[in-house]
């Protein structure tokens, strides 16, 4: 296992265009997480599933996006009508429940990203 | 409302000198806390967390939950370690929050 894995690396696209994200967890990982992250700042909460039910949307996920994990294992992120505020850099990540390594918080495991520009 | 501070963005110390990267939290529950760092074109990944109790890359963490900080230290940084690093409570409900980082550059 490679770990996470995020395509596409980068994505420049113009405003008003849809885009879509994809993301593979670590194989044994139930749950999945997107996160926003912009220059100057750690990453924001955007969303997240365990298998394929999603439990959580932040206000940050206005009406224009929209993810899926239809089988419990990959998952999209799509925007709509991209807006030139959307540029940043898309981070997904996994966890495996608690109680499996331990503790009662999660260790992330993060992909390297899909840095989005909107012209 | 969970929130994470880490007051300094830019960290710069000298070979061979202590560091101490800050992190303040304000959390509802009882939150594991994480250090997380993104060396140079690398991805983010977990240096520590508070219950291991372990010293990773010569990194430890305490946590004070009186006042509740859970300050990164290292006695002697090596040039290796500099990178971005992320202070991130967490509990089983979901999401980790994240401060918004401190660049550490440690000098030859």
């Not at chain 2, 291991?52 to 290292?74: M, P, Q």
Request: net charge positive; proline share 5%.
């Amino acid at each position: 296992d490679t770990g996470v894995s995020q395509n596409p690396r980068h994505k420049i696209t113009k405003r008003g265009q849809n885009v879509t994200f994809r993301c593979d967890p670590i194989s044994e990982h139930n749950r999945l997480y997107w996160y926003r992250q912009t220059l100057g700042q750690g990453p924001e909460f955007l969303t997240y599933f365990q298998n394929e039910a999603q439990l959580e949307k932040s206000r940050l996920l206005s009406d224009r996006f929209s993810a899926e994990r239809p089988k419990g294992s990959f998952s999209t992120l799509e925007i709509q009508r991209t807006e030139q505020g959307d540029s940043a850099m898309y981070l997904c990540a996994s966890s495996s429940l608690p109680g499996r390594t331990g503790g009662t918080g999660e260790k992330l495991f993060f992909g390297s990203g899909t840095q989005l520009s909107v012209l | 409302a969970q929130r994470v501070t880490q007051p300094e963005k830019l960290l710069s110390v000298f070979k061979g000198a202590p560091v101490e990267l800050k992190c303040n939290y304000s959390y509802s529950g009882s939150p594991e806390l994480f250090w997380y760092v993104q060396y140079s074109r690398q991805r983010l990944q977990l240096l520590l967390r508070h219950i291991s109790r372990e010293s990773i890359k010569g990194f430890t963490a305490d946590l004070n939950k009186g006042e509740t900080s859970f300050h990164l230290k290292k006695p002697f940084a090596q040039e290796e370690d500099s990178a971005m690093y992320y202070c991130a409570p967490n509990t089983n409900a979901g999401k980790s929050t994240f401060g918004d980082g401190t660049t550490l550059t440690v000098k030859p």
